[in-house]
């Protein structure tokens, strides 16, 4: 497939029946997470109840254990839900979060939108085109822009951010991350 063929991938929520691609994708050791290796947390969480681990990718009413930050402090988790890319099998994850009823993230949630492509699928277009079609759930939601934090250092995913319309609000340093961090925001 060439790179600019993105019309392979898709978005679909998470299912029981496409939870084996997810799983091998874990086995791999592909991590959901950007910034810490969760994936033997999530093969234990799914082994545990996979039924349950299904419905919360859906968590519109976060009902999601708490967030335990790197301080060691727990803050209530936010509404969101994950969607999968999917080109015939698991190609990665995409994620939304927000605050009811604001645009604005409570100071400790860095965006709105997370995403990590499987790197035996990445340079294929996958992210640019899932963030695409992220924006307009996130509109459905009714957000009035999302934001989007990413490394300095992270010239792939300020490219996927800026091909969607991004535009760097502020550049910062927290607590949470080790580097340096990008804000941008997309009006929806
Ligand atoms: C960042 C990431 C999601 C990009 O996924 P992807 O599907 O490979 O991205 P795309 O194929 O849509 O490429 C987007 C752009 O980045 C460029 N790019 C991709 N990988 C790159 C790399 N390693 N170095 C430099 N540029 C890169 C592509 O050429 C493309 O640029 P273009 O639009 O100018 O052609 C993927 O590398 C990843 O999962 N990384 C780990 C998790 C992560 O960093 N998530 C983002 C957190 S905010």
């Known amino acids: 497939m060439s790179k600019g063929d993105t019309s392979a991938v898709i978005l679909c929520k998470p299912t029981i029946e496409r939870l084996s691609g997810y799983v091998a994708a874990l086995k791999r050791g592909w991590s959901p997470s950007t910034h810490e290796d969760i994936s033997q947390q999530e093969l234990k969480r799914i082994e545990r109840d996979a039924a349950h681990f299904i419905e919360l990718q859906d968590d519109r009413e976060a009902k999601g254990e708490p967030v335990r930050l790197r301080d060691g402090s727990f803050v209530p988790r936010l509404p969101g839900f994950r969607r999968w890319m999917w080109d015939g099998d698991f190609a990665g994850i995409i994620s939304l979060r927000w605050q009811p009823g604001r645009g604005e993230l409570p100071p400790w949630c860095l965006g709105h939108i997370g995403y990590s492509v499987v790197p035996w699928k990445r340079r294929r277009g996958y992210a640019t085109e899932a963030l695409r079609l992220l924006l307009l759930e996130a509109r459905a939601v009714g957000l009035p822009y999302v934001e989007i934090t990413t490394s300095e250092e992270n010239a792939a995913s300020q490219r996927v951010i800026t091909a969607n319309g991004g535009v760097l609000v502020e550049k910062?340093?927290?607590?949470?991350?080790?580097?340096?961090?990008?804000?941008?925001?997309?009006?929806?």
């Open 172 to 188: 910062l340093v927290t607590a949470e991350r080790d580097d340096e961090l990008m804000r941008f925001r997309i009006e929806l």
